[in-house]
């Protein structure tokens, strides 16, 4: 979650399709059907126009509408701007908008896990044969929606491509998290409105939790998923650690593993290996670093690196066996070389590929902390000329997707 200093003025104005939305928001306790979502999502698109000073679109509309109370926004979306495509279901969208006009949210009092009960409309109006909708929104709701002092920024685009409301309820939950975040999973079956639907929390985990986790890995352009720990008190399901994994990272990591397969590591090593540490059993965690090691240094490389490794630790220890903190040098001692190794391959690759030019991009790089920041298109020019095709070039200098058309490069 990220604080805004100032509600009124946002820091800067957000790309098209991203919205800022409130914590209180993100919080809130409802059950909404798919079309729900999607109808709700659009208002908080329309809403963050009004906020951008922005239009989305010709076709959407927002304006201020003077009531008793205040005033508050009167929005006019298309239906098709919600309904499928392929189906243009309006009467879907239609039943969908009464019965979410009828739906009470529960918004969090002072951050915690009380709630009171606000409506999201005043009034609505639909109508198929105009192909459009128009609603109201209560002044609580305005309220809340402007309340922007903590915050989360939503890609409503991507979140409109699931399926499953679930995905994107934890979507809002976790964007933006860099670290884990654990939540008492009594507390997340109140914002799903799931106490007495999921009584067994195992249950809650494979219906609710396990697809939404599937949905996030395979939905291409989101940029990230989770891995979850259950944790327990006593024999129960107590709460539960949501690990964020960004997409672009796991899978370098996956391709470092399957390109460590690939290289053959001599037996003389292994031999090596198994003579100094007569203990330790090659794992295939060490096992992978060890081949990545080959690759840089070469057989002959490799075993010199061991031997050092294994003088070292003789001097160390006065008995035959290998402690931790023994084996943890050897595993740094690799570490250190992939890393090197790592390094001066993407620098040359950098160097061929004319990534940096001159001074001037060298320059940029350092007051975005080391970064490089690239269009699409720009990448695509380079890819070419360093004789790469352009999936193949971005995993090669390691580019990092920002936005639907901007990368970074660490230089």
């Not at 990220?2 to 509600?7: F, G, I």
């Not at 059907?33 to 010709?58: H, P, R, W």
């Not at 044969?129 to 991507?158: C, H, P, Q, S």
């Not at 991009?361 to 902390?369: A, V």
Request: hydrophobic fraction near 35%.
């Amino acid at each position: 979650m990220k604080k805004l200093m100032n509600p009124e003025t946002p820091e800067k104005k957000l790309p098209q399709k991203f919205s800022y939305q409130a914590w209180n928001l993100t919080k809130m306790k409802y059950d909404f059907t798919l079309c729900e979502k999607k109808i709700f999502l659009k208002v908080i698109e329309a809403c963050q126009s009004y906020i951008n000073q922005d239009m989305l679109g010709k076709n959407i509309s927002i304006e201020m509408v003077k009531e008793i109370d205040g005033a508050t926004p009167q929005i006019e979306i298309p239906i098709k701007e919600i309904v499928d495509t392929k189906t243009r279901n309006y009467k879907w969208v239609v039943e969908g908008l009464h019965s979410l006009a009828q739906k009470g949210f529960g918004l969090p009092k002072d951050g915690g896990w009380d709630f009171r009960e606000i409506f999201l409309f005043r009034k609505i109006e639909a109508s198929e044969k105009n192909g459009k909708i128009r609603v109201t929104l209560n002044m609580d709701f305005w309220e809340a929606f402007y309340d922007l002092r903590v915050f989360k920024i939503i890609d409503t685009k991507l979140e409109s491509r699931f399926k499953l409301v679930s995905t994107m309820r934890i979507y809002e939950l976790l964007v933006g998290n860099t670290s884990n975040v654990t939540y008492e999973i009594e507390n997340l079956k109140k914002l799903f409105c799931n106490e007495d639907r999921y009584k067994n929390n195992s249950h809650f985990i494979r219906w609710i939790i396990e697809p939404a986790r599937n949905e996030m890995m395979e939905t291409e352009n989101c940029p990230f998923y989770f891995d979850y720990d259950v944790i327990k008190v006593g024999r129960k399901l107590a709460k539960l650690t949501f690990v964020v994994k960004n997409k672009i990272v796991e899978e370098k990591k996956r391709s470092h593993i399957e390109e460590a397969k690939h290289i053959d590591l001599s037996d003389k090593v292994l031999t090596l290996m198994r003579k100094s540490f007569p203990d330790v059993i090659i794992r295939d965690d060490m096992q992978v670093r060890l081949r990545l090691a080959q690759k840089y240094l070469g057989e002959d490389g490799l075993m010199k690196l061991i031997r050092t490794v294994c003088q070292r630790c003789k001097k160390m220890r006065d008995e035959e066996k290998l402690s931790g903190s023994e084996l943890a040098y050897l595993m740094g001692s690799l570490k250190n070389v992939i890393e090197k190794g790592e390094s001066e391959s993407n620098s040359k690759l950098m160097k061929s590929s004319p990534m940096v030019e001159d001074a001037n991009i060298i320059e940029e790089s350092r007051q975005n902390d080391g970064y490089l920041y690239m269009t699409q298109d720009e990448i695509k020019k380079k890819a070419s000329l360093a004789g790469f095709e352009f999936e193949a070039f971005i995993k090669e200098i390691f580019a990092e997707k920002v936005d639907d058309n901007t990368y970074r490069v660490k230089i």
